[in-house]
């Protein structure tokens, strides 16, 4: 399952289809290799303007541009320790956000942490192994 944070300022995802587009492109992600959408869970998480946030030691209101913060768990799927891997899901990533905050004047960053599959449970079972037929999958909700 891959779980996003977007930490954002109230001024930034405002309305319904700016949240929809974003979430379709990060979902794309996943789906595009197969992933099951349902896997897929995104939070957006506002940020009040009472100077929550900081970026070196200064509240980023300060700032003249919005800062968003994406931070993605990877849980069912971990990127491989290949390199060419790697770069492919940092394109892909990037290709997926960049319309949603760069290309609209943000500042913004992300990072990918992998927990260990084991440690995790949906609706308390354990879900199947990887590479198992997509019917199987949508049938018992579970895998990759």
């Known amino acids: 399952m891959p ?7 109230l001024q930034t995802f405002t309305t319904p289809e700016s949240k929809s587009a974003l ?11 197969g992933l099951p959408a349902f896997y897929v869970v995104i939070n957006f998480i506002p940020l009040s303007p009472d100077d929550n946030t900081f970026i070196g030691g200064e509240p980023s209101s300060a ?8 931070v993605a768990e990877h849980i069912a799927v971990h990127v491989s320790q290949n390199p060419g891997s790697q770069e492919r899901t940092i394109k ?3 290709d ?3 319309p949603h905050v760069e ?3 943000y500042d913004w960053e ?10 995790w449970k949906i609706n308390g ?10 019917d199987e999958i949508e049938e018992r909700r579970g895998g990759c």
Not at 24 to 33: D, F, G, L, M, N
Not at 63 to 70: A, E
């Open 63 to 70: 700032r003249s541009k919005p800062f968003i913060r994406f």
């Open 125 to 134: 079972f354990v879900p199947p192994p990887c590479k198992q037929p997509r």
């Open 96 to 98: 997926a956000l960049r």
């Open 103 to 105: 290309e609209k004047g």
């Open 23 to 33: 979430v379709k492109s990060i979902t794309s992600i996943y789906t595009s290799s």
């Open 3 to 9: 779980l996003w944070l977007i930490y954002h300022p």
């Open 92 to 94: 892909r990533i990037d």
């Open 110 to 119: 992300w990072h990918v942490d992998e927990t260990p599959r084991a440690l």
